[in-house]
Nanobody, 124 residues
Framework: VQLQASGGGLVQAGGSLRLSCAAS????????MGWFRQAPGKEREFVGS????????YYADSVKGRFTITRDNAKNTVYLQMNSLKPEDTAVYYC??????????????????WGQGTLVTVSS
């Protein structure tokens, strides 16, 4: 499956952004979708994931209550709504797709496909 992330940009602290990740090439509902991020000089970290139906989501503690993941299976797209952004949210954000079952999908090794990343910069 091919993944194309978009929606990044520059925003002031306290602002909002919505990232999108469009999937193509395979049946979208076969995949759990996840978002990860990588800040300069740091390792890639889990942001959140959403199950195939969209009925269950998981979040990193650092974004819980501020970020929301949704998916539109008719449009083969997953979204990451980011509110109350902080400078420490500055990173390249990646979407990813996993064909596995039975996990909360917090680890990058659980994912089969990755998008190219979109840069989010939060100014103070």
């Amino acid at each position: 499956v091919q993944l194309q992330a978009s929606g990044g940009g520059l925003v002031q602290a306290g602002g909002s952004l919505r990232l999108s990740c469009a999937a193509s090439g395979r049946t979208f509902t076969n995949y759990v979708m996840g978002w990860f991020r990588q800040a300069p000089g740091k390792e890639r970290e889990f942001v959140g994931s959403i199950t195939r139906s969209g009925g269950t989501t998981y979040y990193a503690d650092s974004v819980k209550g501020r970020f929301t993941i949704t998916r539109d299976n008719a449009k083969n797209t997953v979204y990451l709504q980011m509110n109350s952004l902080k400078p420490e949210d500055t990173a390249v954000y990646y979407c990813a797709a996993s064909s596995r079952w039975g996990s909360d999908f917090r680890h990058s090794y659980e994912y089969d496909y990755w998008g190219q990343g979109t840069l989010v910069t939060v100014s103070s």
